[in-house]
T-cell receptor, first 109, second 113 residues
Framework: KNEVEQSPQNLTAQEGEFITINCSYS?????LHWLQQHPGGGIVSLFM???GKKKHGRLIATINIQEKHSSLHITASHPRDSAVYIC???????????FGQGTRLTINP | ETGVTQTPRHLVMGMTNKKSLKCEQH?????MYWYKQSAKKPLELMFV???????ENNSVPSRFSPECPNSSHLFLHLHTLQPEDSALYLC????????????FGDGTRLSIL
């Protein structure tokens, strides 16, 4: 079992819908990343958080350390949001990222 | 533009060839990373360099040989690869190891014939 599990693995929605992607992890962490990977392969870091909530434009990331769970929300989704969203955690004391398998999001116009 | 440039973007090679992947960062970072992304699998960390010293080797076969001549450049030398080594190879950098955001390149898509 992977130390980082994401759900769903695939998500298709209509433009304008509110999107939620979930990430659960089973180890102690010092921080959690949300990353976006477009079809060409390049990865962009969206958020790094260790507690609470962060917001950037239409994206919101939350984390609950006690429950070992994080969510990424997209409001007013748009076809350009179509990508793979990856959750990654920095394991306490290990100083390296462990990645989830990613959630493939498709937003249809 | 993330500040991390990888070349080539695509590479097709035979199992007996020798080639190198290159990564360059202009962000003033001190740590650089190689990752492998195979189809339907999570990203896997291969190597970490901090201040030009290799600080992590994640049980990677010796047919992959990294080199970090300075803090801005990272290479991955490839020789006698196997078909299962076909994957997307991603380079990343950060200010230092640990709780720092990593900036990724666009990757090199490698196909082994």
């Amino acid at each position: 079992k992977n130390e980082v599990e994401q759900s769903p693995q695939n998500l298709t929605a209509q433009e304008g819908e509110f999107i939620t992607i979930n990430c659960s992890y089973s180890v102690g962490i010092s921080a959690l990343h949300w990353l976006q990977q477009h079809p060409g392969g390049g990865i962009v870091s969206l958020f790094m958080l260790s507690s609470g909530k962060k917001k950037h434009g239409r994206l919101i990331a939350t984390i609950n350390i006690q429950e070992k769970h994080s969510s990424l929300h997209i409001t007013a989704s748009h076809p350009r949001d179509s990508a793979v969203y990856i959750c990654a955690v920095i394991i306490q004391g290990a100083q390296k990222l462990v990645f989830g398998q990613g959630t493939r999001l498709t937003i249809n116009p | 533009e993330t500040g991390v440039t990888q070349t080539p973007r695509h590479l097709v090679m035979g199992m007996t060839n020798k080639k190198s992947l290159k990564c360059e960062q202009h962000l003033g970072h001190n740590a650089m990373y190689w990752y492998k992304q195979s189809a339907k699998k999570p990203l896997e960390l291969m190597f970490v360099y901090s201040l030009e010293e290799r600080v992590e080797n994640n049980s990677v076969p010796s047919r992959f040989s990294p080199e970090c001549p300075n803090s801005s450049h990272l290479f991955l030398h490839l020789h006698t690869l196997q078909p299962e080594d076909s994957a997307l190879y991603l380079c990343a950098s950060s200010h230092r190891r640990g709780n720092q955001p990593q900036h990724f390149g666009d990757g090199t898509r490698l196909s082994i014939l």
